[in-house]
């Protein structure tokens, strides 16, 4: 059983380009959550999202950021008109359905780098 | 307003030597999680605690929550250089699993 698959791993944009993230969550789960950490400092939620549902967008910010979590695929978070501020490491996390009291698995990260 | 707050932010100790790691927060959520992560890495699940009073141990690592105090600790036994990583609580509000700043450890040979 795969563990949370996210890429491209590294990710380096010019500003004012679009940025795309993959994440594919564990095999069985429902239910991704986008987590933004900067660097030396802890992680901070995005947003949380079933399958064609976003449930808590609250720690999106309003503007040029988006994510989806189509049936079909893995879930994107893309980030439009990058700014070098959005340079950051982006985590995709998954649980099961239910939630089922356990924990959130990580993927390994996306680190962008805005120049 | 969601707080998690743990101390120390920054703790270095010695090998051999105990310490523990407190992880205070603000909501009455009895779910409540331990992760490490090394440097450039991804977040590794150490313990989950369920319920009040739950203790768990894995090697030189104890975890243990009290939800009426709103309190999970994380206490080091004989700590050794490969315990050195940056070590974060989280709980769980149903929407999200919501992280403490997280403590970084350092262990001195």
């Given at each position: 059983n795969a563990g949370v698959m996210q890429n491209p791993r590294h990710l380096v944009r010019r500003r004012g380009q679009e940025a795309r993230l993959r994440c594919s969550p564990m095999k069985g789960h429902s239910h991704v959550y986008w987590y933004r950490q900067l660097p030396e400092e802890g992680l901070k939620f995005m947003v949380y999202l079933q399958k064609e549902n976003i449930?808590?967008?609250?720690?999106?910010?309003?503007?040029r950021f988006s994510a989806e979590f189509p049936k079909e695929g893995p879930s994107i978070l893309r980030i439009q008109?990058?700014?070098?501020?959005?340079s950051a490491a982006y985590f995709c996390a998954s649980s099961p359905p239910g939630r089922m009291n356990t924990e959130a698995f990580f993927g390994q990260g996306t680190r962008l780098t805005v120049v | 307003e969601l707080k998690v707050e743990q101390n120390p932010l920054f703790l270095s100790m010695q090998e051999g030597k105990n310490y523990t790691i407190y992880c205070n927060y603000?909501?009455?959520?009895?779910r409540l999680y331990w992760y490490r992560q090394d440097p450039g890495k991804s977040l590794e699940s150490l313990f989950v605690l369920l319920s009040n009073g739950a203790v768990k141990q894995e090697g030189r690592l104890m975890a243990s929550l009290d939800t009426k105090a709103r309190l999970s600790t994380l206490h080091i036994t004989a700590?050794?250089?490969?315990?050195s990583a940056t070590y974060f609580c989280a709980f769980d509000t149903g929407n999200q699993f919501y992280f403490g700043t997280g403590t970084s450890l350092t262990v001195i040979p």
């Open positions: 449930i808590d967008e609250s720690g999106m910010p309003k503007e008109q990058v700014v070098r501020g959005d | 603000s909501t009455t959520s009895d700590a050794v250089h490969d315990l």
